[in-house]
């Protein structure tokens, strides 16, 4: 589990706010999660993802006084773009990453407890698709969604994605999950405290691509 | 047809060496073609094609006197990364880039050809299909492939794909389609002299993705 152990998110404060350079730093690390789907297929996942943390450390590094928070950034926004906010910025881009990190963490989290099919215990189909639904599906026209089912074919079997989450070593699947479970600790507490943040400035959209 | 025809590729000199700096100013505005399409499923090409012209310029801006034609790139990564090569840096964008480039002259020489279905003349998939099977559908293993044919149902109505493609502006099929006619002679030529080139230094491999 060295590439999310290694690369663990901080504990958050009781205000639940999100330190923006601390946020970056450990997000950075995301996109190469989906290299260990182990499919080019989702290159291009890992291609936007990486532009939404690409498009967010843009604004940062504007003024990383002014925008120590990821709230100080959608309030910012919010003022200067009045009319097109919340669809503009990295206000956007936060909304979307945020959802390709719920459905990182779904998934994570679905592993974690074990979820499985019975007749095929080392498919993890059965936890993309929970995953997937919780976090993106409502987001996604029906073409997408039918563009989901086709790559869904492409996920790796459990134990090769395990592997590759332990970057190559091989761990025994417990100790894997172990780590799993820890790196999901403040992991599921930034993507939460995300999400509240975006319900309470009304910054959420449910538009679909 | 102001998209296309404001952004003509430029002549060939009678020895088919193309001006690097030439080529990636006209080049520079065919990801717009993709918005063409109307669907925003596609922004996803658009942002792979994008890449591939910013790997070439990068590679391009390090020393633009060295590098005056893109054959001259080239054959310099083929002497430093002697290893990878092909496989590597502008010329695997390249290589990319000139399939998707392909993928367009094809899909506009079957309009201006008039190839049409019979039922439905005003949809484009048999156009889009047949630039597919030619440019495309070998460089891509089953996921892809099927990913194609969902796609497909995103694609526009000729007639908004004519609109779009002169910026919106109402023009007759007949006035748009000399437009792509005149577009296509030097654009035609460009990418044949890209393809004739990778034959000729074996630069050209045939993995799938
Ligand atoms: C040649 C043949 C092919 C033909 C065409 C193929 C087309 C294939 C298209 C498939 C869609 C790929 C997924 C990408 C979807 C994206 O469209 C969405 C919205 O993306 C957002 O859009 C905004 C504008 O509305 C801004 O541009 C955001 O950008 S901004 O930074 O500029 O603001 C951008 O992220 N992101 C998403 O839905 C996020 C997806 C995240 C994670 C998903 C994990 C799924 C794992 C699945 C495992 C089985
Ligand atoms: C959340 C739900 C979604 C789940 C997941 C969805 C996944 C969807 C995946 C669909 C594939 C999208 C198309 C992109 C395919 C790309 O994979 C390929 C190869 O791409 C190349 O790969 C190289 C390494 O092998 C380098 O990285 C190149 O990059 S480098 O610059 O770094 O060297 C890169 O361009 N490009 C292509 O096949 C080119 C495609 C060009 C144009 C196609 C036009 C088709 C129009 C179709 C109209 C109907």
């Known amino acids: ?60 590094m504007k003024d990383p006084a002014k925008y120590v928070t990821l709230q100080d950034i959608v309030e910012a926004e919010r003022e200067t773009h009045a009319a097109e906010w919340p ?6 881009a936060l909304m979307w990453l945020k ?5 990182i963490q779904i998934l994570l989290q679905s592993l974690a ?7 095929n215990p080392n498919l993890i189909r059965v936890n993309i698709t929970r995953a997937y639904e919780q976090a993106l599906k409502r987001y996604h026209g029906w073409i997408v969604q039918k563009i989901f089912h086709v790559a869904l074919h492409a996920a790796p079997y459990k134990s090769n994605f395990l592997k590759a989450l332990s970057k190559g070593e091989e761990v025994k699947e417990e100790d894997c999950l172990a ?4 790196f999901l600790v403040n992991y599921t507490a930034t993507v939460d405290a995300i999400y509240e943040m975006y319900t309470n400035l009304k910054a959420e959209l449910d538009y679909t691509v």
């Open 87 to 92: 669809k503009v910025g990295a206000t956007l």
């Open 99 to 103: 959802r390709g990190l719920r459905f």
């Open 1 to 60: 589990m060295a590439l999310l152990l290694d690369n663990q998110f901080k504990d958050l404060p009781p205000d639940k706010a999100i330190d923006t350079k601390l946020f970056l730093e450990a997000v950075s690390h995301i996109p190469q999660f989906f290299d260990c789907l182990g499919s080019n297929v989702f290159s291009v996942i890992k291609s936007d993802i990486n532009g939404n943390i690409m498009k967010i450390r843009a604004v940062y």
């Open 179 to 182: 780590n799993v479970r820890q």
């Open 113 to 119: 407890d074990g979820e499985r099919e019975e007749n």
